[in-house]
């Protein structure tokens, strides 16, 4: 059984003989480790007894590469006592501990952003974010563990210099099902009236019945497919961080795809794709469908794909920002956590059942 502890416990450990952290909602024990502290036995001491979470991301203090967050299982001894109802997030505690409970009317606190920015030196609040990126010469290690911190602004930031240009990057939720369904619309009508040619050419009785039924089978295939899809783009597009070239372009590209969405997970314009950049991602899945498929069949396949997205895409934006049914409320809590507990799991948003086949799911508590 894993040893729970109370904050209060934690903080009487704070010798150089006898020194405890916490770091995300776990217990460590340091006492072995301050001698041999490559920063210094100093730092430790300076934190012993206390929370370290903010210190560990901190570039200023002493950057921490991925071995050193993994050597820290080796001095883990047990756990906070458990955090109920979290329903905001602290400046200096950007994620939530692992056992901590997200509430449906979860509400992160505002970000100072003038501080973030004397803290961090990564991106100012205050002015375009493009601009920075492109201007700046940012490590790749740096960039990722700056860009997974979610920061909160209760306006939407600024991304581009000029304003003509920041109309493009703010997408209001509604224009996702006022584009796409008329979209998916046509294609499943497409499919419809490709099979009803083909059964009518072919002498089928109850040709318009059997079409009907041809394209709905396709369809939901789509619906099922684009689960996939979705996890897929998410896990090795979106999040290919490991990936990443060392070069500022591909970092700021990198931010432009996803990387904003989780540097400002509640920035209610930038929730939903772009029109733009759903449509260049899912032009090579047109031209696939129908390499692989009958035009009648790829048609149907499409429209369900395309439903499907818009049903992602506007649940993506309630898991955010809107109380929920039961189903989508754990759904939002698992998408939340992929968020501010672990985003290196997690990735399916419509459904987690990706996750569990690829092993990349989120242990909910």
């Known amino acids: 059984m894993v040893a729970k502890y ?49 210190i560990m991301a901190d570039p200023l203090s002493h950057e921490h590469s991925k071995s050193a967050y993994a050597m820290m299982d080796e001095f883990l001894i047990g756990e906070l006592e458990a955090m109920q109802n979290v329903s905001t997030t602290d400046d200096d505690m950007p994620f939530l501990p692992d056992n901590a409970t997200i509430t449906d009317d979860f509400h992160p606190k505002e970000t100072d952003t003038a501080k973030d920015f004397a803290k961090h030196h990564f991106l100012d609040l205050d002015k375009p974010l493009l601009e920075q990126m492109w201007k700046a010469n940012f490590t790749k290690e740096f960039y990722l563990e700056q860009v997974h911190i979610p920061r909160h602004r209760k306006e939407p930031a600024t991304l581009m210099p000029f304003a003509f ?29 490709q099979f009803q040619a083909q059964f009518t050419e072919g002498g089928w009785a109850a040709s318009s019945a059997l079409a009907y039924s041809s394209t709905l089978a396709c369809y939901v295939f789509g619906v099922a497919f684009w689960t996939f899809l979705e ?61 692989v498929l009958p035009t009648a069949w790829a048609n149907g396949v499409i429209a369900g794909s395309y439903s499907m997205y818009v049903v992602y895409d506007t649940m993506h934006y309630a898991m955010h920002h809107t109380r929920l049914p039961e189903y989508i409320r754990k759904q939002k809590r698992y998408h939340l956590e992929h968020h501010y507990k672990n985003y290196e799991l997690g990735f399916g948003v419509t459904s987690p059942i990706w996750d569990f086949v690829f092993g990349t799911q989120l242990l909910t508590v």
Not at 244 to 258: A, D, E, K, S, T
Request: proline share 6%; hydrophobic share 50%; with cysteine.
């Open 165 to 193: 240009l920041e109309v493009f990057t703010l997408t209001p939720w509604y224009v996702i099902p006022m584009l796409w369904l008329p979209i998916a619309a046509v294609f499943f009508f497409k499919s419809v009236m």
């Open 231 to 291: 996890y897929l783009f998410h896990r090795f597009l979106f999040h290919m961080d490991n990936y990443l070239p060392r070069y500022q372009v591909c970092y700021m590209l990198h931010f432009l795809l996803h990387g904003i969405h989780h540097f400002l997970p509640m920035d209610r314009y930038r929730l939903v794709m772009p029109p733009v950049l759903f449509a260049i991602l899912s032009f090579p899945m047109l031209l696939l469908a129908h390499a």
């Open 6 to 54: 109370t904050s209060e416990q934690v903080a009487k450990h704070s010798t150089e003989k006898d020194c405890w952290v916490t770091f995300r909602g776990k217990v460590y024990n340091l006492t072995e480790f301050i001698m041999d502290h490559p920063g210094g036995e100093d730092v430790i001491l300076e934190y012993a007894g206390k929370d370290i979470t903010a």
